[in-house]
């Protein structure tokens, strides 16, 4: 499933992060690249272990895990530390598909990266260019999103960002390992809580097929979950 | 899932079709049994290629076609020839697990036996003993239902049939090969079955909720069926 | 995996196809709806049984057991007889997702509809409307061929034929159950069996790697298969 | 699988422990419902945090280690830290099905509830009604069982405790994850341990058949544990 | 699994068989072959559609079902009309891995290549080479079995038969898809299987284990069966 | 899969490291073994708190990490903390299947055992006997490497050590739960790695189908890590 997913951040509170995080310093990209894709990526990013990195992340992680809707899309097992990257005028990054498993630098545990995100944290009247270009079972469809809202898209997907040709574009980025490894179970399960939720408030938590529903929502969870 | 289901034939026409084949010629039971079977098997069982065996199964087979409940229970992909079995006093059957595949006599087809069924062809006041228990993985229970109905219940569990010491009793059995193997994920679909019946009812077919349940039980099927 | 077929009528072929069946009688297109659908559908369909759809389903068996790139995507298992349907002014089929179990009306064997594929049997410039919209997990798109080229797509998404405005569109439709259930898997054959093309032509069918990519590709669809 | 263990702890230890934290001070259990369930709950519960809790806790963790029977049936994979309920009279807990990942206070970690265990910590001759009543596949049966022994039973089932009517009913209950997510397949691990160990105890430990029943079992393990 | 099973066809009927079929004609081998395969083969077949090879291929069915090791360990599903082959002075075969999919031309059905079978209807002594050499998770093993025994091997394995240097070899060969589509999944029921013949012999068929192991090995077949 | 590495540790490393253990005391080695496997074998092992396996176990452990090929092959998700074993003269380990679940004795953590690892710390020159005989579907197969060689091997299979008959044969032993918990998948991925480091060399990072396939190999293992 792709999402977009509003105000993660309000709007103010991402545009400051992304200003805040704009006057440390910044590296290459390349650091957290696999092998194939450092032929194609041109942008920068935050040292993961640097102070403003470290603030900006626990901004995101706090966001993160107050989103009702990133919750229930993703069913997060483990998030990778959010990390940020800035692409200006001339930056961009070819097709790819992310690597299959990271090592959360903190733990030293393999994160199986499901689905990827990216938090805006310019707006798009801030930059030409600079789409998250997502090619799925699907087609291609383009994405640039006002600051605060997030992207969430399968790992499995080939994607890319074209060039920035104005302005520049800040953004968080992470991957999670969903208690859901499969994309259309996580789907299903999705559509099966977004019915519930409408019926639970159409006619209460009581109601019967409520009840019902919500068992199958639970058994299905337990089916797949870490599975 | 083990389900009673009421009046897949009605009373009358149940009773009827039990004297009608009681007048035929009987054989011993162990005829379509597995060598451990064999040894804990005591009844008769109409010869699967005679007239009144042919005829009776019609019966039993169109009976089964129009019945919803066992549709939706049982999602059936293969059923087998509908057999009959009569069980006079002394007779009984040990506990034992069905065999996991049979061979359509009549098509030579491999069909993997994911549920038992009875089919009550005699009263409970006709015999006493008799009694179909199945010991699943919520412990052992006993049934004995009315002329007309069928007891569907897991092949993969354990299951005798206590000595007969009163009267006769006479049933029709088979087995079904469903759509989706697991038993697990049949219940889950009969009960998502339930809830969008409940709710068409209640707010019709075109209503929201309705149809997104009803794509997310076709996804599930699709998702198990033959798999 | 959505994809795009050109070509399997070369344009004249379909055109003609198109035209001949035109002039056939046509009924209600909800003798081949589920309970859901048949609320959202107003169409047309050419009876299966006649002597039109016979003939016009041979011209579409046909092309489809040439078409490489269609066999590739599809790893077809069975395919449901193909059926035709024509959207004149007013007509459209509201969101739905097809029923997972369809019988073959000539074999009575059940077929599980993975893919979902229209023919289209006219050009684009021939009617107003009539999208085939499809929203998958990319988000939502938009679909009008030239007539001869085909559109194949998930059955698990939801879909819909936009309202025609002006003009007429005759398409065949029908369903496939792949070898290969699974959408994500099936997609991995297909991008693995294109770079075994590429590398085939650069480097010969005997080079080294072509070999061992081609046991690697069967291995896959050995494990997947009918599974 | 369901499974009554008897005296995973002796019945005076059991009583000696009920009526140890009959004295703490209680809370509303609905501190650990979901929201569903809240509706349907009435009982009181021991808080996580207290001292009482506290070792009560590790008595019943002690307990389990040291049971062979919980061992071979539940495969554990994590335990959540036993929590204490209490019905007096009027209280009651309706239909549900438990929720099907938990987050460990201590650790953080999400616990998928495979198992629900309820371990009885009054005698039945203590109170009327209190029934824990499981609805699985195999229908509904009603379980109290003395002082000390538990019952373990799969958390996709729907279950209830009846309303007490005389007296009180002190219990622990927790969730376990397995290291075999499957029920059934589950349950053919602990019968092939069970047969192994009656072999064993029959012909020896270095008995041929003995020794390929072992590696059956484990490779078995292997295939399912954290799959 | 890779297993040699002795005496499906006893070594005189084998050895006259091969006889029967030496003086019919033989085509180029590749008819039967993939794209890749048929770079690597030179040997000869008998046309399939010859009277010579109708009546072998009837000799080799009649004796694959009275073959209970064969039964047990393939648990055969479909198997392909049986070939013959013919490898002369100079004659080999490459290394390969089998196509997944071949379509029985008696009847259209696709069959999942899970197993590889070599009947052998010459004797060692009759020919230098011609070793069938598979090389697996194992390393590389080399057979070369007497007249009427057979290999029965995973057609997920590489295999070659090396150059005769001497003589000429003639072997029935064709494939099997079998119930249980994992090659793990079905060793685990061969050694169970073995298990229970075993202690059936030592114990009798009532024994309480005999029985216990019995249901297991059904409800494991039951899981596996074509899924 | 079973695969001899090559130079894990150099070879004088190798030697250096069977020399500096072998002053330290040792133990009988049935402190490791499951009630099955302690019948059956006669060795010794270095206790596993010890200064001397402190170190040995970090020599080991910082080898692994270096060795591109045991990454690759084993995809490890967690290493049993190394133990080392000596045969003498009449040692011997009989036929077993490793357990299928270890607790690692510093954290606590089950690790399921996917794969065996012997590293040889002697050379086949310093004794006779003491094999490592491997079962597994492709028939035996007995294997005695050089000094800082090591023997990866499905830990579903059968295997045992031959009895020494002269000399001493000292090694390193452990276990491996890997990502990928299926041998034929893991295979699988193994091969296709191979593959695209050959394309990598042949054609660049750059190529086409080098990234095309690299997408493949980290949408399988992300299909597959964990699950």
Redesign the interface.
């Known amino acids: 499933?792709?999402i977009a997913i509003p105000d993660v951040l309000q709007r103010e509170e991402a545009l400051a992060l992304g200003r805040a995080i704009a006057s440390a310093s910044w590296v290459d990209g390349n650091v957290t690249s696999?092998?194939?894709a450092a032929?194609a990526k041109r942008n920068r990013q935050l040292p993961e272990d640097g102070e403003a990195a470290r603030e900006a992340r626990m901004t995101v992680q706090r966001a993160l895990a107050k989103s009702p809707l990133f919750l229930s899309a993703a069913l997060p097992?483990a998030i990778y530390p959010p990390l940020f990257n800035r692409y200006s005028i001339g930056d961009g990054f070819g097709?790819?598909?992310?690597?299959?498993?990271r090592v959360d630098p903190a733990t030293g545990t393999?994160i199986?990266?499901?689905l990827s995100a990216t938090l805006f944290l310019t707006d798009p009247s801030d930059y030409d260019g600079g789409d998250l270009v997502?090619s799925?079972?699907?087609?291609e469809?383009a994405y640039k999103l006002p600051a605060g809202h997030m992207l969430l898209?399968?790992?499995?997907?080939?994607h890319h960002v074209s060039e920035v040709t104005r302005g520049e574009r800040i953004s968080s980025f992470f991957w999670i390992e969903s208690?859901v490894?499969?994309?259309?179970?996580r789907?299903?399960l999705f559509?099966?809580d977004?019915?519930i939720q409408?019926?639970t408030i159409a006619h209460g938590?009581?109601d019967?097929?409520?009840?019902?529903?919500?068992?199958?929502?639970?058994?299905?969870?337990?089916?797949w979950?870490?599975?």
Not at 136 to 139: A, H, K, S, T
Not at 153 to 158: H, L
Not at 208 to 223: D, F, Q, S
């Open positions: 499933m792709l696999g092998a194939g032929l097992h097709d790819h598909v992310d690597n299959a498993i393999q199986r990266t499901d997502v799925g079972n699907f087609g469809v898209y399968p790992s499995t997907s080939i208690l490894r499969e994309n259309e179970a789907e299903t559509d099966l977004q019915s409408h019926l938590a009581g019967a097929e409520v009840l019902r529903l919500t068992g199958i929502y639970h058994n299905l969870v337990r089916r979950a870490k599975a």
